[in-house]
């Protein structure tokens, strides 16, 4: 028996890189899949193609093209996925969109593209699939995020923004929908893709990249080392994980406490300036 066998999963932003790689890993693992993206001459892939990669190794997957940032778009890839299988067991919101610019340089534009595609597309599409697994008391929702959200990083701050707000999703759909049985989990990924080698913005005088920056995309790190994880989170085998945040790149693969106190000082009453001028940088 494959390890997703029956599972019905809608993909989105799946027509290349990342999305692709997860669409295709599921179908593998025996998953009939709705694979997404925008539009059928989307640049650099189309989710017609990879639907019918799938078939060609008799898997099942259907394609759908929608904007899941809109309303009617996220809630159409949805009904998609039941109209055509009859059910719905796992959603991955992988959609996604970056625009490189500095804050003082960014565009009101910019920022609610980036904004509405990450951030509210994980959001319309979780709300519709929402609803139908709190009824039928089962399901598994993967948003996909960056290390960017966790860390932030300069030149992107719209994309830092989006990332950062589906892990606080995530946490808060993992807490709601924990009662119905239905499991949300974030990933953080690493991979060589058309979006990661766009081309950059100029950074602020001083900034020093982080060591995890530093590394190279190489061919260790490509979008398919990212599609197990997602296939592990989305069967039976992980029913106990819930509300969690992980990254993986190629073998490397970690799991992150968002946000949590490294070390906390007390004191009776309420502090005031002076103790903070004195004690506030022990903290840090």
Not at 92 to 110: D, S, Y
């Amino acid at each position: 028996m494959q390890l997703l066998e029956n599972k019905v999963a809608v993909v989105t932003g799946s027509g290349q890189g990342i999305g692709r790689a997860i669409a295709l890993r599921l179908a593998s693992e025996g998953a009939r899949v709705v694979v997404n993206n925008r539009c059928p001459d989307s640049p650099g892939g189309s989710a017609a193609k990879v639907a019918d990669e799938i078939r060609a190794f008799h898997g099942e997957a259907i394609p759908v093209f929608a904007d899941v940032s809109s309303v009617e778009g996220g809630e159409r890839v949805i009904r998609e996925a039941m109209d055509h299988f009859g059910k719905l067991d796992i959603l991955v919101n992988n959609a996604g969109v970056i625009r490189r610019n500095l804050l003082w340089n960014m565009t009101e534009e910019e920022w609610d593209e980036v904004i509405r595609v990450n951030l509210r597309g994980a959001f319309v599409c979780s709300r519709a699939a929402a609803r139908i697994m709190r009824e039928q008391q089962s399901g598994c929702i993967i948003n996909i995020s960056s290390r960017a959200g966790i860390h932030g990083r300069p030149g992107v701050a719209s994309y830092v923004a989006a990332k950062a707000g589906i892990i606080g999703f995530t946490l808060a759909m993992a807490i709601e929908l924990q009662p119905y049985r239905v499991r949300v989990n974030c990933v953080c990924p690493s991979a060589s893709t058309r979006m990661s080698s766009s081309p950059g913005t100029a950074v602020p005088p001083g900034y020093e990249t982080p060591k995890y920056l530093q590394r190279r995309f190489v061919k260790e790190r490509p979008p398919e080392a990212v599609a197990p994880l997602i296939a592990y989170l989305a069967s039976y085998s992980a029913t106990d994980i819930s509300g969690k945040v992980f990254y993986i790149g190629g073998g490397e693969i970690s799991v992150h406490y968002y946000l949590e106190p490294v070390r906390t000082l007390y004191k009776e009453g309420m502090w005031d300036v002076k103790e903070l001028s004195d004690f506030l940088p022990s903290l840090l």
